[in-house]
């Protein structure tokens, strides 16, 4: 099955610290273009200090340039959903009665059009995306510490 990460995710990914065991051979991975902006502002400027930027700054430079770079220009290998997909699908939630933030909605939506599991970095649980996931029947999970 395909996953769906979040930003936090996403940097351990791009900084070639995927979890052990995170994903059976061959499935892709994808991430939300507010989870992908988030994680763009949180290494863009040393006015945002957060879980990410104080993780990249303990970085080697070597693997924070890289890893920066690899933001920057997110590689093919990691799917970016658009809200041109996933526009209509939110709003069908929110008509269905889901009742979550932005960046909460456009993560379920992209879970169930892609067919994935959502998977959140354990730093950044969200109760109320596990609890729609889970009404609806969407896979998902938190991943770490």
Do not use: K
């Not at 099955?1 to 995927?18: A, G, P, S």
């Amino acid at each position: 099955m395909d996953v769906i990460v979040d930003d936090h995710l996403l940097l351990q990914i791009l900084l070639n610290e995927e979890p052990p065991n995170f994903r059976v051979p061959g499935a892709r991975i994808f991430t939300t273009g507010l989870w992908y902006h988030r994680l763009c502002r949180a290494v863009s400027t040393h006015e945002v200090t957060g879980a990410m930027s104080r993780r990249l700054g303990r970085a080697d430079p070597v693997v924070a340039a890289s890893a920066v770079r690899a933001i920057t220009t997110l590689p093919e290998t990691i799917g970016l959903m658009s809200l041109r997909e996933l526009a209509w699908p939110m709003a069908r939630l929110l008509q269905d009665g889901v009742r979550l933030n932005l960046m909460s909605l456009e993560a379920l939506a992209a879970a169930e059009r892609q067919r994935a599991e959502l998977c959140l970095a354990a730093a950044d649980e969200n109760p109320q995306l596990l609890d729609a996931a889970a009404a609806r029947g969407t896979p998902a999970r938190l991943v770490g510490n």
